[in-house]
């Protein structure tokens, strides 16, 4: 599925009235705190406006690992500096294009409903990357959590949106499926940090509902666990979830693609994102045990957003100062090759950027002045934001030649991207 990172239309959320008495997993030995009562959806507003949590995450950038993945799926590893190991599982068919993507090891994360203890969290990225199907990430902490102190969450961004995460409800191992990244762990926490989580809502829209379906799952796998009474309406609870999240945002999303091509992205993606949660749960079934598309027609809806969104060609203005180089030009497309000018005391050059796709590819320096040259290359990478802007950071390793000295270095330069003006190009 090509294209699809998407501009949102509207910033959507959920006013949920659930009592923190049927969610909070006690460790009381009754089963009074697992939920076995039919939540009263018709509270639910996927699109009221709410204030994001936003976290502080610190990475420990000695703990990472990176590597390419394939369209036929790959695996990842990386073991923390405490011991605690992450394993990222890409499936067959999740990836468009080979992809390089890094995994790095969070040292703490501050701002979150957790208790004091040890949190065992990655950064994924490309931030942003979108999937066609869930990549699972599996997290083993060095220090045991006790089940009912779990607390399996994601985050946006650097740390944007902190919500529960989805996970799968039938194992005893912590397995977060992932639609997007970038951040996903697991820490601890008691009632109270519980309480806190459950009260939160989340600003986007499919985060929202992915926040709401992870409540679910997490309180039901914790029951399983312990040998607990479940929640005999959870299936009709989290269909009924994902139906009002169709009617109230998806044919939103759909209209106004028709309207403005720049939408269809969004709505291409919130698609893909309801069907894999509706596969992923097994939520509505025929007798033979298929699964039954919450969505109508959803390649059809998908082939038409996909020929909507390929009349909108994004273009960026790029202007700004970075490790004391100024750098201006314009880029038509990402996925075509353009070039930068840069000037810098006593010189000027060229840096001209190959994609390997629309978020990254390599780059090549050419610079002179006072009597020296300097070429090198290196590669970069492109985090488009759904405001239009963006931003554009590469690294260069260059060799300075002047009449009686040479020099190599490594720079990174780091440059916001601005929507170009109408008529920039052709």
Known sequence: MKDTKLVSLV?????????????TPGSSSDNSNVP??????????????AEPLNVTVALDETSTIGGTFSPNGNVMTLTAADGTVFMLEVPPGALDTDTEITMTAVKSITGAPLSSGTVAAVQLEPSGL????????????AQEIPIENQIIFAYEGTGQDYHLAIIDPKSREIRIKLLEFSGAGVGSGGDKEWAANLQHQANDSRVRLQNEVAKLLQTERQ????????????????????????????????VAAELDCKY????IEDLIGLERDN??????????????PIVNDLSGKIDKLV?????????????????????????CSLDKPFVLDATFPGGSGVQTFTPSSATGGEVVESSSGQGCVASGEGSYTVAANEDGSGTLEWQVTATL??????????????????????GSCP
């Open 11 to 23: 910033l959507l959320s959920v006013l949920i009235s659930i009592s923190c008495r049927l969610f």
């Open 36 to 49: 076995n009562d039919s939540v009263n959806t018709s509270s639910i507003d996927f699109t009221t406006p």
């Open 130 to 141: 979108f999937f066609n199907e869930f990549v699972t990430l599996t997290v083993i902490p």
């Open 223 to 254: 029951a399983q666990i312990l040998g607990k009474e479940g929640n005999d309406q959870i299936s009709s609870t989290l269909k009924s979830y994902m139906e009002k999240y169709y009617d109230q945002v998806i044919q939103k999303e759909m």
């Open 264 to 267: 269809a992205r969004r709505a």
């Open 279 to 292: 596969e992923l749960l097994s939520l509505n079934v025929d007798a033979n045990g298929e699964i039954i």
């Open 307 to 331: 020929k909507i969104g390929g009349k909108c060609k994004k273009s960026y203005l790029v202007s700004g100062t970075s490790s004391e180089v100024s750098f201006s030009g314009t880029i």
């Open 401 to 422: 030649t002047c009449p009686n000295i040479s020099n190599t270095r490594t720079v990174t330069f780091t440059l916001p991207l601005q929507p170009a003006p109408e």
